[in-house]
């Protein structure tokens, strides 16, 4: 019996951190596949994430992420963005052990220039910047418990933090 495939890396933060946009660039230089389990959410619940959060509401959609989370780490063999609050389970911080966990690190300030006032994220819907605020402040330890390193993306262009991810992953 085979071991399963593991990610070269994943890549946990913040909204607005540069999750997906770091993640693509990262594989785009290892050529290697990148995916993202809010993608795989989507596709499995055929249709988008803000509509499931209205539709069906938050807790089900941290089942199909915590499910989403398990098979993206046992299939992916490139690179795995999580979505942001995927640290938020248990489940999901204890099937991280033993991965290359990347935390890509964002301040208030710079994730709010980069997703602007929280269109099509379903829980920046109202008061988006104190939410943030909320979220970032909530999250902060336990993207820091799951890490295996910590990248800062504030003032920097993706390409600057995709090459320091790469860097990191000794390559």
């Known amino acids: 019996m085979t071991a399963p495939t593991r990610p070269v ?14 993640g693509q660039a990262v594989a785009a ?8 389990t809010d993608a795989d959410i989507e596709r499995l619940a055929g249709k988008p994430i803000p509509e499931i959060f209205v539709d069906e509401g938050e807790e089900h959609f941290r089942t199909l992420e915590r499910a989403a989370v398990a098979a993206a780490l046992a299939s992916c063999p490139g690179v795995l963005a ?4 995927a640290v938020l389970a ?20 710079d994730a709010v220039k980069r997703i602007g006032l ?8 109202i008061n988006p910047r104190a939410t943030l605020k909320h979220l970032l402040d909530q999250r902060r330890p336990l993207y820091a418990e799951v890490a295996t390193a910590t990248v800062v993306t504030d003032g920097r262009t993706t390409e ?12």
Do not use: Q, Y
């Open 29 to 36: 230089t290892l050529g290697v596949e990148f995916r993202d």
């Open 9 to 22: 890396c994943v890549l946990v933060g913040a909204p607005g951190s540069g999750k997906t946009t770091v």
């Open 90 to 109: 248990e489940d999901n911080r204890a099937v991280l052990i033993g991965h290359r966990v990347v935390h890509l690190s964002v301040e208030l300030p």
């Open 118 to 125: 929280g269109a099509g994220r379903p829980l920046l819907a």
């Open 82 to 85: 999580l979505g942001g609050g």
């Open 160 to 171: 600057e933090v995709a090459a320091e991810v790469v860097t990191l992953l000794g390559h």
